[in-house]
């Protein structure tokens, strides 16, 4: 099955709104958590991660609130803009093992 | 900084064929992933390396052998094609032996198989 899951594979937003993408993941041993940024015809990169010592991680408008004992996570945007639009994937695993497990991507788009 | 390179860019193969990719990296990263994309699918892992000769299995790797021939390098085999396939293949790499560290994409393989 599915060790981390997107539940969502779409979503739009308004200029200027707030938004959330969740993340749920089936391994309690994960110890990592990481949200990538896809644009079309590139490659992913790293926006935002957390360990699982911390259940918040905040970055400008970017934050991450991690649910251990829910096992999720959820990424914030707050003030999205059309530069926004994108897929976004959710990533999990755990930390000394090197194997990071993603999910199916949420392709987001911000109208303005 | 650094880069991933990977060759070739779009890759076209026929039924059964074996085919092979590869990446280059010049970050002198220590783990380097081969991961595949299909629509709707997110990333699967299909191999992954933490050092030169290391090679460990991910979710998808029947059908896929790999090589790290050397810290730099990772190749990546697809050991028969399947008629009407279409994938895009991702090259990763990062520094270190775990995951705590960011991983740095290369920009793909389109693989079509007719």
């Known amino acids: 099955g599915q060790q981390v899951k997107q539940s969502s594979p779409s979503l739009t937003v308004q200029e200027g709104g707030i938004l959330i993408l969740n993340c749920d993941y089936e391994n309690d041993m994960f110890d990592y958590f990481a949200w990538y940024k896809k644009y079309p015809d590139n490659s992913p990169t790293l926006l935002i991660s957390v360990r699982s010592n911390v259940d918040k991680r905040e970055d400008g408008r970017f934050t991450v609130f991690l649910n251990k004992s829910g096992k999720h996570f959820s990424l914030h945007i707050t003030a999205s803009q059309p530069e926004d639009t994108a897929v976004y994937l959710c990533?999990?695993?755990?930390?000394?093992?090197?194997?990071?497990?993603f999910g199916e991507g949420t392709k987001l788009t911000v109208s303005s | 900084g650094g880069i991933i390179t990977q060759t070739p860019k779009f890759l076209i193969g026929q039924e059964g064929q074996k085919l092979t990719l590869k990446c280059q990296q010049n970050?002198?990263?220590?783990?380097m992933y081969w991961y595949r994309q299909d629509s709707g699918k997110g990333l699967r892992l299909i191999y992954y390396?933490?050092?030169?000769?290391?090679?460990q299995k991910g979710d998808l790797s029947e059908g896929y052998d790999a090589s790290r021939e050397k810290k730099s390098s990772f190749s990546l085999t697809v050991t028969s094609a399947q008629k009407n396939e279409m994938a895009v293949f991702l090259c990763?790499?990062?520094?270190?032996?775990?995951?705590?560290?960011?991983?740095?994409f290369g920009p793909g393989t389109r693989l079509t198989v007719l």
């Open positions: 990533a999990a695993g755990v930390g000394g093992s090197a194997k990071l497990i």
């Open positions: 970050f002198n990263h220590d783990t």
């Open positions: 990763a790499s990062s520094p270190g032996l775990g995951l705590y560290a960011e991983q740095f």
């Open positions: 390396s933490i050092t030169e000769n290391d090679l």
